[in-house]
């Protein structure tokens, strides 16, 4: 595979660890032994564990805001791709669809966005994601 080619995910696994942290595992699908493995931070954690019906927070989570808002304004999401790596923190373009616009947020820390690829996301679905359902 190129380095430049999009790889698609299917699946994400979620782990923590006391020693090596909290880790989201991203693969094409289950089978498959090539993955893509982050650390994040308990934040991120959370919120990807509660998109994916893991934990249900004592509380909303800050993201829940950023998802209202969005939803309200009819965003579908197009795809998220990972574009760069500085300073040990990957980060991504956000391609949204507002309006019939096309809408590239960059640069963001990528893994505060990788949950809505987990599934269906609540305000629209993802047609395609490198980190994608």
């Known amino acids: 595979m190129e380095s430049n080619e999009l790889v698609e995910i299917k699946e994400v696994f979620v782990k923590t660890d006391r020693t090596q942290g909290n880790m989201v595992i991203l693969k094409r699908s289950e089978e498959d032994s090539h993955y893509f493995l982050m650390f ?13 019906g893991l934990v249900e927070p004592k509380r909303p989570l800050t993201h ?25 923190t ?22 505060q966005w990788h949950w809505p690829c987990t599934r269906s996301a609540p305000f629209g679905s993802i047609k395609s994601c490198s980190a994608s359902s």
């Open 90 to 111: 990957f980060y991504a373009k956000i391609y949204v669809r507002i309006n019939d616009e096309e809408v590239v947020l960059m640069p963001v820390r990528a893994m």
């Open 64 to 88: 829940d805001i950023y998802l209202t808002i969005l939803r309200r304004t009819g965003a579908v999401f197009e795809k998220i791709v990972i574009s760069e790596m500085r300073d040990n």
């Open 40 to 52: 994040v931070g308990d934040a991120e954690i959370t919120a990807i564990a509660k998109e994916k």
